[in-house]
């Protein structure tokens, strides 16, 4: 349990950039901080530099990753679109009634965030995304598709984009307000999101076992992501 709270820490800081994509990290300033032995920093270090978010120097120690470049968005969105409308075109083939459980339940969850009042559930909304496309996944069937999802981490490192975005918003580089503007509609507390209504859409799909709208909802889900994160992306790199 001391491993997996100093990994749930370490992770969280990356992605709230208390640690600085590219900035060192230091093992005996974790320890001191977290009040930990360099044991389980360490341990944490190794499952983070497989999430892709720290990368393991020869000689230094660790690094936080930098955020996606835009050749890196464009392969995780093109790899999304490829094996994610065939999960969930698959999932209403296949899946099994505990499947179908998993998927309302992780809907009505994100339906008490909606309704929740928070003046910010946009990273609760980035684990309910995470949960339902991994529920998709594994209700295609296919473990390999699963894994292959699960390995990408694509909605750690969206909401590292979406972080350094939102530190941004006065910068005049990155277009000022467009954060808002743009991840408003789709995460807002206070009316149903419309990320929340593309959900229930797939899932409504597979669960009608009607494969070709599942598989072509998702595509279009996908390509909606990709449009609202493409522009932050771009911003980010130049500005760098």
């Not at 684990?127 to 296919?142: C, F």
């Not at 807002?188 to 929340?196: D, E, I, K, M, T």
Request: charged share 25%; net charge negative.
């Amino acid at each position: 349990m001391l491993a997996d709270g100093t990994y749930d820490a370490i992770k969280a800081m990356i992605l709230d950039h208390e640690i600085s994509p590219g900035e060192h990290v230091g093992i005996d300033e974790l320890s001191r901080d977290l009040s930990v032995s360099q044991t389980p920093v360490r341990e944490a270090l190794a499952r983070l530099e497989s999430d892709g978010l720290v990368s393991k120097i020869p000689l230094r120690g660790y690094q936080a990753t930098d955020l996606l470049s835009v050749q890196q968005f464009d392969e995780l969105f093109q790899f999304r679109a490829l094996i994610e409308p065939w999960a969930a075109s698959e999932a209403a083939r296949r899946s099994t009634r505990r499947d179908i459980e998993a998927l309302e339940a992780e809907l009505n969850r994100a339906d008490r965030i909606s309704q929740s009042g928070a003046s910010s559930t946009y990273a609760d909304f980035v684990e309910h995304d995470t949960r339902l496309h991994a529920l998709v996944a594994h209700a295609s069937g296919n473990s390999f598709v699963e894994e292959a999802f699960i390995r990408t981490r694509c909605h750690m490192h969206l909401f590292r984009v979406y972080k350094a975005s939102a530190d941004s918003e006065g910068d005049e580089d990155l277009q000022g307000e467009f954060v808002r503007d743009m991840f408003a509609e789709y995460y807002q507390s206070g009316h149903r999101p419309l990320a929340l209504s593309e959900h229930e859409a797939i899932v409504g799909a597979i669960t009608g076992g009607d494969g070709e709208r599942a598989g072509a909802l998702m595509l279009q889900h996908i390509e909606s992501s990709r449009q609202r994160f493409i522009a932050a992306v771009e911003a980010l790199n130049a500005k760098a």
